[in-house]
């Protein structure tokens, strides 16, 4: 199984920024793609997620209102859009798939991580 994310950079606050994770090999039909990010000296918290198999999608608090997760299932891409980019939402990104969205102890595979810097 592979999870590859893209998207991260530099932004301004109040700007936007798009990621991207393509999931390969999971052979499981029914299962939720997560964002997570991890702040330096901070604990993994979850973002938001959304299940592939036509579930609704959870949002953290702090994510709801100005970031949008979506999915492709033909490319099995997860999208995560993040407007209105605020200093705190610095982190490095990871996308998970596991059976529950947005719980770090359950998900089964990571990607590399791609890192968000708002300045």
């Known amino acids: 199984v592979q999870l590859v994310e893209s998207g991260g950079g530099s932004v301004t606050a109040g700007g936007s920024l798009r990621l991207s994770c393509t999931v390969s090999g999971y052979q499981t039909s029914t299962y939720c793609m997560s964002w997570f990010r991890q702040a330096p000296g901070k604990g993994r918290e979850g973002v938001a997620g959304i299940y592939v198999g036509g579930f609704p999608t959870s949002y953290a608090d702090s994510a709801k209102g100005r970031f949008t997760i979506s999915r492709d299932s033909r490319t099995k891409t997860v999208y995560l859009q993040m407007s209105d980019l605020k200093l705190e939402d610095t982190a490095k990104y990871y996308c998970?798939?596991?059976?529950?969205?947005?719980?770090?102890?359950?998900?089964?595979?990571w990607g590399q991580g791609t890192q968000v810097t708002v300045s």
């Open positions: 998970a798939a596991g059976p529950t969205c947005l719980v770090r102890q359950v998900q089964r595979f």
